[in-house]
């Protein structure tokens, strides 16, 4: 039986077709993002930075999330640290409007299974300690906290630690 989560949305993997939608998300979400991600980060997110994520297909993977309207509410980046090792590092963004309704949780589950069926054993994450949000995502999906970077991140904020997370294989998925 479905639930209303899986009938709001759809996940799908990024393609060249998805570049618009990509940018009128990021550009949608700009001043949301400034909040947890350094400026620089940012500024380099253009059509060409996409162009060259999606068309990586062995190092770099984009998931897209949309909601029933086909508006892109989120994106989750999939990037390969190392084939022999089998792990991967995320980021995800959700829009400011659809935080705090199990959106993340939901997609990143489903992208831990995904990832286990092709073999990955280690997924890592990096987030500022601020992002109390992300910090209780990765807990609730089964990453342990591993790292604390002191003064790392420079965000409009303020300076805030990195902490990095860590997902492996063995854990408990749903």
């Given amino acids: 039986m479905k639930s209303d989560i899986d009938e709001r949305l759809r996940i799908q993997r990024a393609t060249e077709d998805n ?8 550009a949608r979400n700009q001043q949301w993002f400034a909040q947890f991600l350094p400026q620089k980060v940012l500024e380099k997110q253009n059509k060409q930075y996409f162009q060259t994520q999606i068309s990586d297909t062995r190092n770099t993977l984009q998931y ?3 909601h029933r309207h086909n508006n892109v509410i989120g994106r989750f980046c999939v990037q390969l640290l190392d084939r022999r090792a089998k792990s991967v590092e995320i980021s995800y963004r959700i829009g400011q409007s659809f935080t705090k309704q199990g959106i993340a949780r939901y997609v990143l589950r489903r992208l831990l299974v995904l990832f286990s069926c092709y073999g990955v054993q280690t997924v890592y994450a990096y987030v500022g300690d601020g992002n109390e949000a992300s910090i209780r995502l990765l807990l609730s999906c089964g990453f342990s906290h591993t790292a604390t970077d002191t003064h790392s991140i420079k965000l409009p904020t303020g300076i805030q630690d990195k902490l990095s997370f860590k997902w492996e294989n063995s854990a408990v998925l749903l």
């Fill in 19 to 26: 570049i618009e939608d990509i940018l009128s998300f990021e």
């Fill in 64 to 66: 897209l999330i949309y």
